[in-house]
């Protein structure tokens, strides 16, 4: 009976995991492209609500996949070494995976 619950706890725990994953904030607009921007912030407790227009963070614009490479990054004190170890890749090719990622933040960080 404990390992059915177990099996059920780790299914239901793999679809809240997928869900988090799959979960992206648009940064674009869907109908002519341009950048979004946030408006309005909503406190979940009291419903206090600020309005205004705001600029998403610069790691916003990121993709999923940069912004798992960049908590990566960090989690691993920004050794690549460590990064290739785990990702299964080449030091050159996490390298290049990074030098790819400032280009694309120093354009992002342009645009503003």
């Known amino acids: 009976m404990i390992i059915i619950y177990l099996i059920l706890f780790i299914f239901v725990l793999i679809i809240l995991i997928l869900k988090c994953i ?39 614009l ?11 990054f960090l989690r691993n004190s920004g050794s690549l070494k460590e990064m290739a170890n ?4 080449s030091y050159p090719t996490v390298r290049n995976k990074l030098d790819d990622l400032i ?7 342009n645009e503003e």
């Open 22 to 60: 799959m979960v992206k904030l648009p940064v674009k607009c869907p109908s002519c492209e341009e950048q979004l921007r946030v408006s309005k912030l909503v406190c979940s407790s009291c419903e206090t609500e600020v309005s205004g227009k705001y600029s998403l963070p610069v790691l916003m």
């Open 62 to 72: 990121l993709d999923v996949d940069e912004q798992e490479f960049v908590l990566q």
């Open 86 to 89: 785990q990702m299964g890749k």
């Open 103 to 109: 280009v694309k933040l120093n354009m992002l960080r």
